[in-house]
């Protein structure tokens, strides 16, 4: 009879170990290593709460918390402007080297300065030669008749490598369309728009619906341009 209770005991640890482990397995997807600014590095898994759709009342992608396990309760916050970079551990067919959102200056022109910048997370898109693409969503306010209505966009933006210290800022794409890199970037504004026109602008346009990290092909054209000027 012992001998039965023991092996009954032996079983239901092996089973809870083996149930723990599976739910472990299960939340991989919010497994991750982040860098902070000083270099230092913390593993841990993320709160399912902190991407913009779930941040109606705080900035979007702006902060986020961490437990060290699955099932911690206590977790510690972390900003923009304390880490580097939050890398997913989880390798998945649409992203086999893995999922990086990365802590940059994010342009936001004002009527005060053209030139304002926000610390903000944003995910990479595809990592280019002189550029980077990015996406994140956000909040957007839209105002009618009617009244306010708010809803969640996706946006896309680029950072170029060759800014040196201000390698940081990423420019959503309506900004390289803008007067904004004027100084930094002369002729890029009217290239991009001549960029979808012409015997080539067709068949861009519809490449640009089905990948958004066209803009990265679009600059090193541009910057083959520039040396040839």
Not at 24 to 48: A, C, I, N, P
Not at 75 to 101: H, L, R
Not at 130 to 155: C, I, M, P, S
Not at 171 to 184: G, R
Request: proline content about 3%; overall charge positive.
């Amino acid at each position: 009879m012992k001998k039965l209770l023991l092996q009954a005991s032996v079983f239901a640890l092996m089973m809870c170990a083996a149930g723990k482990a599976e739910a472990q397995k299960d939340q991989e997807f919010r497994h991750v290593v982040v860098t902070m600014k000083s270099g230092e590095k913390v593993e841990g898994y993320l709160k399912r709460e902190w991407h913009a759709d779930k941040s109606l009342f705080k900035k979007s992608n702006f902060s986020f918390k961490m437990t060290p396990t699955p099932e911690d309760k206590d977790a510690v916050k972390y900003t923009a402007e304390e880490v580097k970079c939050i890398e997913y551990t989880e390798k998945t067919e649409n992203a086999p080297d893995g999922i990086c959102w990365e802590s940059r200056q994010l342009a936001t022109p004002s009527f005060k300065s053209r030139y304002h910048t926000i610390p903000r997370l944003v995910c990479i898109n595809r990592v280019g030669e002189h550029a980077t693409a990015y996406w994140w969503k956000d909040w957007v306010v839209e105002t009618n008749a009617k009244g306010q209505r708010r809803y969640l966009q996706t946006f896309y933006g680029i950072r170029f490598h060759e800014e040196g210290e201000e390698g940081e800022i990423v420019y959503t794409y309506q900004l390289v369309n803008s007067v904004l890199l004027k100084d930094k970037k002369p002729g890029l504004k009217e290239f991009c728009k001549k960029w979808f026109k012409g015997p080539e602008g067709k068949e861009r346009k519809r490449q640009a619906k089905e990948d958004a990290t066209w803009i990265l092909d679009m600059y090193e054209a541009y910057l083959k341009t520039q040396k040839q000027s």
